[in-house]
């Protein structure tokens, strides 16, 4: 235990673990663990897509030809295939284009523009507020902070977010409009929200009548080790007479091509009138093409979840290779915690407060790419500093060893610093 050392003991560690910095920084490394990007082995998987015989037949959707206008909402057999795999009614779908990044970023714009099914545009209120599940996911508070949103800290525990805080926050505050939410294998801790949880959010009862649940089901269907179940949020909502109270995204971006696939938005009725009437100044159809071909390709469920399988191969000795990192330089140190999830795209590491961001500088100079100390924070402040994001998808499992012991060797270096300090 680094803690546990004298003075004289933390020097003569400090000096070997700078040698070893030293030779490391001299071998020269180019690796990267700094965001969650499939192998391009992975993207082989769905290379049979890509040279799918095309009659003139194979445009003909039961909604009309897919090459021409028309469809706003996404072609029938998209719809059915995410109805059917989320377990709603495709009236419940909207199908769009590659991004479902897009989709939450449209639906914050029509919030902040128009205003939620008749209510009062947040542009023209003096003051909103969103929850943030921390540590979450970068992308989801650049957005929030781009519409200039408050963003509010809810710590996540091992069952998700804290449900006593986000219901204080929520029912308290009528400035308080959403929260973001990644409820299977979050990002980056790798959680998956309780049967608990999901209840408690179905019961809320928010003081703003605009306020939407923001449920980015990501990770849908990424099961490495093992499979965690996930309540349904959109049934849940609506036995809770709530129905309108989630939005509920997800993508195919990690199952066939990162930014080459389609995005799906899931919602009550109401609310999929609402977001149509966006829709129609927006685009007259979003790629009907690339539906057709995604929805002959992945055909159903169960297809998707046998391509899976596929992901999971690759990604399983990819996570081993970190997390055996992890066990094998930090076990019995007590200057790191990490995650263990059973999927998704990434491990959370909490090093010893204070040196997150000491920990990334080394590991660049030592040619290593991570995540940026604090990305996975509101406004990218992390309070404690010590929150690291590791991504193992995209480099092998080789390169993996040797990321994860250079990882290791920084974030030793830096707390040896800090307690000398």
Avoid at 227 to 253: H, R, W
Avoid at 360 to 372: H, I, M, P, Q, S
Avoid at 389 to 415: G, H, M, N, Q, V
């Amino acid at each position: 235990m680094y803690n546990k050392m004298n003075r004289t003991e933390l020097e003569a560690l400090h000096a070997i673990l700078t040698e070893e910095y030293k030779a490391a920084k001299e071998k020269d490394l180019k690796l990267d663990m700094s965001r969650g990007k499939p192998n391009p082995r992975q993207l082989d998987f769905s290379d049979g897509m890509s040279g799918m015989p095309w009659g003139k037949e194979d445009y003909i959707s039961s909604g009309g030809d897919v090459r021409n206008y028309g469809m706003l909402s996404g072609i029938p057999e998209a719809r059915k295939l995410f109805a059917d795999l989320f377990e709603v009614s495709p009236q419940n779908v909207i199908v769009g284009g590659n991004s479902s990044l897009n989709l939450m970023f449209d639906a914050v714009s029509r919030a902040y523009t128009k205003g939620i099914m008749g209510n009062t545009p947040w542009s023209k209120l003096d003051k909103v507020k969103f929850l943030c599940p921390v540590p979450g996911y970068d992308r989801h508070f650049a957005v929030t902070e781009y519409f200039g949103v408050e963003m509010i800290n809810i710590p996540m525990n091992e069952e998700g977010p804290d449900m006593a805080l986000v219901r204080e926050r929520a029912e308290s505050d009528e400035a308080v409009k959403g929260i973001w939410c990644v409820p299977k294998y979050s990002n980056p801790g790798g959680v998956t929200y309780s049967d608990r949880v999901v209840k408690e959010f179905a019961a809320l009862s928010p003081r703003a009548a605009d306020f939407r649940i923001f449920w980015d089901n990501a990770y849908y269907a990424h099961d490495i080790f093992a499979e965690d179940s996930l309540l349904n949020i959109i049934t849940e909502c609506e036995a809770a007479g709530k129905p309108d109270m989630v939005y509920e995204f997800a993508s195919t971006a990690k199952i066939t091509y990162a930014g080459g696939g389609v995005s799906v938005i899931i919602a009550s009725e109401a609310n999929i009138k609402d977001i149509e009437k966006s829709i129609f100044y927006q685009t007259i159809s979003y790629d009907k093409v690339n539906q057709m071909r995604h929805a002959r390709f992945l055909k159903n469920p169960e297809n998707i979840r046998e391509h899976m399988k596929r992901h999971a191969s690759l990604l399983a000795p990819k996570f081993r290779a970190v997390l055996e990192g992890l066990d094998k330089n930090f076990a019995g140190l007590g200057i790191a915690g990490w995650t263990k999830p059973n999927g998704g795209y990434f491990i959370s590491v909490d090093l010893t407060e204070g040196t997150a961001k000491e920990t990334v500088r080394l590991c660049k100079e030592a040619g290593l790419a991570l995540t940026g100390a604090g990305a996975t924070f509101p406004y990218g402040r992390d309070p404690k500093d010590s929150n690291i994001r590791i991504a193992p998808t995209y480099p092998s499992p080789e390169e993996l060893a040797a990321a994860i012991d250079l990882f290791c060797l920084c974030a030793k270096l830096a707390a040896v610093e800090k307690l000398l300090a």
